[in-house]
């Protein structure tokens, strides 16, 4: 069959998404921004982040392991833990991701005792979700009359 | 070679995300709202919009041809208007996937004489433009006292 994208360009292209979510973290003018801004009375980009810190690593790990530690959602506190942990996880992400056993792709498993759905699939929801809630930082960064780093850049 | 995800499933994920976007315009209260609310002038939901329509169609028309043809963002009037476009535009995506010609995927190709990558990267930076770009739409809901629409439901 015809080959759509290989595991290593996933990896690659959600590595790139998340140098561009570093960027955003980075862009914060200030820690009290990070940690308690918003707008509508959504969580500031601080408990975002600590959302993505909650689910990347712990999915990578059930997709390799077919084990699902829940982990719980911490805000760090200042944009230097924010950036410490990011990069632990990178690092982690790198590590976990060449042990994905063959096949397992294509499985399908329920992550966290809740989302039943192909291998692939959980992935790319937790991408999506980086996404979407950058995106909303995007919008704390221009209310703050900051401009965002540039959307198309994930070197 | 392992298979990460066939065409057909990235066209069902793709059609999932289309099926939110779809609900976060019908969430706006008005076309007022839809049309001239932003947050930090940023463009409102409608000019987003405008650019979704304007990049999802000429991209998969370049991927099935290799033809880029230009298509200028023009924000929908009404919510009404941006409906009925974006459904267009769905029926069309339908019709024009099972045209991808076979090993395209991983063909490098420069879309709209400007973004040289792998076919399959087009196709990801149009999906992650639109979630990106709703995740602002988010935004601008909560800020306007409107709940958004759940995100992990695509159905």
């Known amino acids: 069959m015809d080959t759509l994208l290989t ?24 820690d009290d921004a990070f940690t308690s801004f918003s707008v509508g009375e959504m969580r500031p980009f601080a408990g975002l982040v600590g ?6 690593v712990p999915t990578l790990t059930g997709v390799v392991s077919g084990e699902w530690p829940m982990e719980q959602a911490t805000p760090p506190a200042t944009r230097e833990r924010a950036l410490a942990r990011w990069d632990a996880d990178t690092e982690r992400i790198e590590e976990l991701w060449p042990q994905i056993p063959d096949g397992r792709f294509q499985e399908v498993d329920t992550a966290f005792g809740q ?34 780093p540039a959307f198309p850049d994930r070197a």
Chains 1, 2 share one sequence.
């Open 51 to 56: 959302e993505l810190l909650s689910m990347s």
């Open 115 to 148: 989302w039943t759905m192909p291998v692939w699939e959980l992935l790319f929801y937790v991408v999506d979700n980086e996404v979407h809630h950058r995106g909303q930082a995007y919008v704390f960064l221009r209310a703050l009359g900051v401009e965002p």
């Open 7 to 30: 595991p290593d360009q996933l990896l690659d292209h959600w590595l790139g998404h998340r140098r561009l979510t570093r960027r955003t973290i980075e862009a914060f003018p200030s």
